[in-house]
């Protein structure tokens, strides 16, 4: 809706005879202004996240001893629980297929985007989520090649995925998939459905997070780093989408555009 009644807009006012180049060259001096802070607003932002992101990144591929201790301790506590208890671990490897990204993306982050779309008309609204999704799963995928992080390992497994283990792309995806949603579907939501969706958004991610560290699929700082790098690129794509189009200035009451000139009599 917000799209289509912008672009009636713009069309209503461009289409007004008395609007000059120069009033054009001026609208379009607006946007290029407002897009270029948002770029800069996002880029700010992502910063802020890439900077403590790249500092546990380093610390993880360097090996860091208090780290490293740290992380193991946590999986081999974690995993003795799930090896204890058979039925609580086939509830883990349930939740490990229903919460990968082949499946939270297409069965539950592209139908909402296509109900926002097509039903309630939020069109860019809708490709921004899009987009950020997929940015997200090739961004986690990227950067488990660069860091190179070994998977846990403990006596006894419960589990042996492959692959890199830093960040966590459960814990990336699971992030980027609720937060994003989120903001897409928030301009519809009323106000008692607000803290449900929050609710829900944060219980998809914590249980995805838990899932990882009990099959020890991931240490700690692997899932502290897969949702600190979702929330961040869903923050900085936010800002940069957010505002890309700026409202249109309101012409002034003796502007031609609502005052038009009487039609001409016709000559006998």
């Known amino acids: 809706m917000e799209d289509t009644l912008l672009l009636e807009s713009c069309q209503d006012r461009l289409a007004v005879p008395s609007v000059s180049r120069q009033g054009n060259k001026a609208f379009m001096n607006v946007m290029t202004r407002s897009r270029v802070r948002r770029l800069v607003r996002a880029a700010v932002y992502a910063v802020a996240v890439a900077v403590p ?25 974690a995993t ?7 039925g609580f671990l086939q509830v883990l490897e349930v939740w490990q297929r229903v919460s990968q990204p082949l499946v939270g993306y297409p069965l539950i982050g592209l139908p909402v985007c296509l109900w926002m779309w097509l039903r309630r008309s939020y069109v860019t609204r809708a490709w921004w989520a899009i987009v950020t999704m997929l940015v997200g799963w090739m961004l986690g995928w990227s950067l488990k090649l660069v860091v190179e992080r070994a998977r846990p390992v403990v006596e006894d497994p419960v589990s042996q995925p492959s692959g890199y283990s830093f960040p966590s792309g459960h814990a990336l995806n699971a992030t980027v998939l609720a937060s994003t949603l989120i903001v ?34 991931h240490f700690p700082s692997d899932v502290i780093g897969g949702v600190m790098l979702g929330l961040g690129l869903v923050w900085a794509a936010y800002a940069g989408y957010r505002g890309w189009t700026p409202n249109l200035p309101t012409p002034a009451p003796d502007h031609p555009a609502l005052n038009p000139a009487p039609p001409a009599k016709e000559k006998m």
Do not use: E, K, M
Not at 53 to 77: C, E, H, K, N, W
Not at 184 to 203: E, K, Q, Y
């Open 53 to 77: 992101f790249a500092l546990l990144a380093y610390l993880v591929r360097t090996g860091f001893d208090p780290l490293a201790r740290a992380d193991q301790s946590v999986i081999v506590a």
């Open 184 to 217: 897409l579907v928030w301009p519809v939501l009323s106000p008692r459905a607000r803290p449900f969706v929050l609710g829900l958004g944060g219980a998809w991610v914590a249980i995805t997070c838990a899932d990882r560290l009990f099959l020890g699929a």
């Open 80 to 86: 003795r629980v799930a090896r204890t208890h058979p």
